[in-house]
């Protein structure tokens, strides 16, 4: 017979467990430890469990947190998942600041958790999980964060590149430098530092204009985008650090200054960047093109 006070029952060990895991269990957990299925129903009936998808359950009450439903995503797709794309992104920290350049406005509330298994994993879809099968996911790509299996960060960021514009993407490289994650070389950051200068060279990209040096310094002053071969200067103007009269005279100055050294200077508005695309990239392409005769 149990003592009174005894800590050691089966409901001790689920509270334990749910602490470790974000308050979530899943059924093999359960079972692997002894409580039978019959015990799993009547924790059910209950209140103690609450199914959040078939086979794992809150314990105590289903007002999951975000790591709380990122965990019962990955418990539910069964072993060798790991949370990935978006949703790892938001794990590391680096969804944030894709956030703030997305168009879209963020993550919504219905917005699935995104989850990676083995391609060899015979898991069936479920409802709010976007399931990737992967046959490139190996033991090095791996890791625990915060006790959820998640993707390293490098891995990550290799997930979201083909989803995201060269705007977004370069502001999640930038965050996860920021946060000094580990990341791998090929993963090199585009030198800008603001974010007209993200949307110029998204820009750039999309409009297939050969890739600009950025903040290159050229005799005393340093450009916001060189084509040395060209002697091109571009320079985007944000309206905040360019709206006193000190700017605006020490920007003529130093055009005029770059001119007399040979190079074309030509500016762009924030408007300009965001609102007129095509119209950029048009001149910027005629300049680089009359200037390579």
């Known amino acids: ?41 009547r924790r059910l009936e209950t209140a103690r469990l609450h199914r959040i998808h078939r086979g794992v359950y809150a314990v105590g009450h289903d007002r999951l947190s975000e790591r709380g439903r990122w965990m019962a995503a990955v418990l539910a797709c069964g072993d060798g998942a790991v949370l990935s794309h978006l949703s790892a992104a938001g794990l590391w920290g680096i969804r944030r600041r894709i956030r703030r350049v997305s168009e879209s406005g963020g993550r919504g509330e219905s917005d699935p958790m995104h989850v ?25 790509d791996r890791t625990r964060h915060d006790g959820i299996p998640v993707t390293r960060p490098s891995r990550t960021l290799a997930d979201l590149e083909p989803l995201l514009s060269p705007a977004q993407f370069a502001a999640a490289l930038r965050e996860a430098e920021f946060l000094r994650l580990p990341i791998e070389n090929r993963f090199e950051s585009d030198g800008a530092r603001t974010e007209l200068e993200h949307r110029m060279i998204a820009l750039c990209r999309r409009h297939r204009l050969p890739q600009p040096g950025v903040n290159i310094r050229v005799d005393r002053y340093e450009v916001d985008f060189l084509w040395p071969g060209h002697s091109l200067v571009v320079e985007v103007d944000g309206w905040n650090s360019h709206r006193s009269r000190s700017a605006f005279e020490d920007d003529r100055a130093r055009d005029a200054r770059l001119k ?21 990239a048009k001149t910027i392409r005629t300049l680089l093109h009359a200037r390579s005769k």
């Open 1 to 41: 017979m149990r003592k009174k006070g005894d800590k050691s029952g089966p409901d001790a060990f689920i509270a334990g467990l749910a602490a470790r895991q974000h308050g979530v269990v899943s059924t093999a957990q359960l079972r692997s430890a002894g409580i039978s299925f019959p015990g799993i129903n």
């Open 260 to 280: 007399v050294l040979g190079y074309e200077v030509v500016r762009f508005t924030w408007r300009q960047v965001t609102r007129d695309r095509p119209g950029v």
């Open 116 to 140: 990676t298994v083995p391609s060899t994993a015979g898991k069936k879809r479920r409802n709010g999980i976007a399931l990737h099968r992967s046959s490139t996911l190996l033991a090095r």
